[in-house]
């Protein structure tokens, strides 16, 4: 069974930072576009970043030059790495991502669990 298992959230105050994690686990080939979502109570769920196979990033104007979306194919695992944090930060965050396991099945938009961060003093 294949999995995506974000890690990382938790409490920190206003102007801090914090690095999520969304590792694959089972039998990965690789991971594909990745994208980090967010959801603040009430509110929709909202793309934060994103980052290809390749490398090339975009992110919500919300985050930009704060947040930054990074990768490692060996350990089929993205990153965002979240500073100058915002109390309209908070919100579950969720990694989101197309796979393809070591027999060559594909399987395309895959949510983790979510993770909390909660930006508080």
């Known amino acids: ?6 890690s ?3 409490l920190v ?9 969304c590792a ?7 991971l594909y576009t990745t994208g980090w979502y967010r959801q603040a109570p009430g509110k929709q769920r909202e793309l934060v970043a994103s980052i ?8 919500a104007d919300s985050v930009k030059g704060r947040f930054t979306v990074s990768r490692d194919n ?5 990153y965002l790495q979240m500073n ?16 393809m396991t070591n027999n060559g099945s594909y399987y395309v938009d895959c949510w983790g669990q979510g993770t909390q961060v909660t930006v508080s003093s």
């Open 84 to 99: 100058s944090l915002k109390p309209e930060d908070t919100a579950v965050y969720y990694c989101n991502a197309d796979l």
């Open 8 to 10: 990382g959230g938790g």
């Open 24 to 30: 694959a686990s089972g039998s990965i080939f690789g």
């Open 52 to 59: 290809t196979r390749g490398g090339s990033t975009n992110y």
């Open 13 to 21: 105050q206003p102007g801090g930072s914090l690095r999520l994690s």
């Open 1 to 6: 069974q294949v999995q995506l298992v974000e």
């Open 74 to 78: 060996a350990k089929n695992t993205v």
